[in-house]
């Protein structure tokens, strides 16, 4: 019978990597306060954590002997917090709207240290950064025609921009350039005289292989050359995101990897696991960022690092998800509990539009935690169970799989998804059954009893 297929053994648990000031905010008692302040779910971040990553991020490049520069890719999170973290370090931002523009700079980011990227960019987004002296990453031949124009009939110059390649390894890509239109491209530049400034090339490519990044920068590091023999700047690359996090260990990913089957998720659910995020990954953040630097390019003789030295190239990088990593979890309160065959349907008090992942044919895996008003919860239970949000949707659910929580939980009691900051907060986030948007609150000073504050003060 079900009860005894799900037994305990058979089901892989994924429990995120231990962290203690995650912990210690959990048996505080200062999240079921705020629970019972907003009357609904909440995310909460923590900044320290940005700080540190965009430390080792620089770390890696001072170690190389790279000058470089981090652009922290606002996509990943909406929060005010990270812009505020950003202007305070002297760190760049990666904007892709006109929207993402003025948050960056409105909360103290100087314009020379953002870049913007993204696809097809408005005639107002371009005019906006042209002004304001932002870095510019050209996605296609017409959106250059639009800046040389721009840049020739307005009073500002020089638009500033670096070339988008389309990745050879990722011929399908809508994004970027190809060698022809890179070529005519360098052509425009140079007819354009000073009316821009080119100064170099960028990419971004899907998946985490550390390999084919160190491939593509050395491309473009001869492609700089190329350039500079035209006339043009061309002193630096961009490396675009894509550093993974690690959020479980190899042994408990293998494990549930190989172990998943349908029975372990609710209603039979299945996955394509080649659709899951590498909820493990062993050269992470940072790391990928040595390994990157580390790593000869293709056809070439020295490391990325040396080529870099040589040719005197600034590296530049759009982390997103990396800068993120242990900045900030997601909390929703038990609203009910239900029986069902063997295990249990808890609902929460949100919806999975909180919870992105769960958006993309996927499911987002770490382990919730289960937080009782005494702080995390323990015991032993036998009984998994999955996790739906508060809405008239089935396919409304916060975790599929049948995760066996520490003890028995009840109406009141917490789930937090540890390590969301990283695109699953708000990327999907809508006010869904006139539910209001779950608050995002800064916890920047932990100790016994955390302080908090809100990220973003309510409008009056
Ligand atoms: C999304 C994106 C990034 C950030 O990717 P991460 O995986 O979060 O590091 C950087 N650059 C560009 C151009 C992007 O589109």
Not at 163 to 179: I, K, V
Not at 256 to 267: D, K, N, S, T, V
Not at 343 to 357: F, M, P
């Amino acid at each position: 019978m079900a009860v005894t297929d799900l037994a305990t053994t058979n089901l892989p648990a994924l429990p995120a990597h231990p962290d203690a000031d995650t912990d210690r905010i959990l048996d505080s008692g200062v999240l079921h306060e705020l629970s019972y302040a907003f009357g609904g779910p909440f995310h909460f971040l923590l900044p320290h954590r940005f700080d540190t990553n965009l430390t080792a991020f620089r770390t890696a490049l001072v170690d190389a002997g790279v000058e470089g520069r981090v652009y922290y890719a606002k996509k990943a999170n909406k929060a005010a917090v990270w812009m505020e973290r950003c202007a305070a370090h002297q760190a760049g931002v990666d904007v892709a709207s006109v929207g993402e523009l003025r948050e960056a700079l409105g909360h103290g980011v100087r314009s020379e240290n953002i870049v913007v990227t993204g696809p097809a960019k408005s005639d107002e987004l371009l005019r906006l950064a042209v002004l304001q002296g932002c870095l510019i990453t050209i996605d296609a031949l017409d959106e250059l025609d639009l800046l040389i124009t721009l840049a020739l009939t307005g009073t500002v110059r020089p638009a500033r921009l670096l070339l988008r390649r389309l990745p050879p390894a990722q011929p399908h890509s809508r994004f970027g350039m190809n060698d022809t239109e890179t070529e005519s491209a360098l052509d425009r530049c140079v007819r354009a005289g000073d009316a821009v400034r080119m100064e170099g090339f960028s990419f971004h490519l899907s998946g985490y292989a550390t390999q084919p990044r160190a491939d593509l920068a050395g491309e473009l590091v001869d492609l700089c050359l190329k350039a500079r023999v035209l006339g043009l700047q061309a002193d630096r690359i961009s490396i675009g995101g894509g550093f993974a996090v690690d959020y479980s260990s190899a042994d408990h990913w293998h494990t549930f990897l190989a172990g998943q089957r349908p029975e372990h998720y609710h209603a039979r659910k299945t996955f394509d696991s080649g659709d899951f995020y590498p909820y493990h990954s062993p050269v992470a953040g940072a790391d990928a960022l040595r390994a990157i630097l580390d790593t000869v390019p293709e056809g070439g003789q020295d490391t990325l690092a040396a080529r870099l030295q040589d040719t005197g190239t600034l590296l530049m990088m759009e982390p997103g998800r990396a800068l993120l990593a242990g900045a900030g979890s997601s909390v929703f309160c038990i609203q009910g509990v239900k029986e069902r065959d063997g295990y249990r349907i808890v609902t929460a008090d949100g919806t999975s539009l909180s919870l992105s992942e769960q958006w993309f044919n996927s499911e987002y895996l770490p382990d919730p935690q289960l937080v009782t008003p005494d702080g995390r919860a323990t015991g032993g239970e036998t009984r998994p169970a999955c996790v739906g949000g508060a809405s008239c949707l089935e396919s409304d659910m916060l975790t599929w799989r049948k995760v066996l929580l520490p003890a028995r939980p009840r109406v009141g009691d917490l789930l937090v998804y540890p390590n969301t900051a990283g695109y699953q907060m708000d990327s999907n986030e809508s006010p869904f059954h006139d539910l209001p948007l779950p608050p995002k609150v800064v916890l920047d000073r932990l100790g016994d009893r955390p302080r908090w504050r809100l990220d973003r003060r309510p409008a009056c």
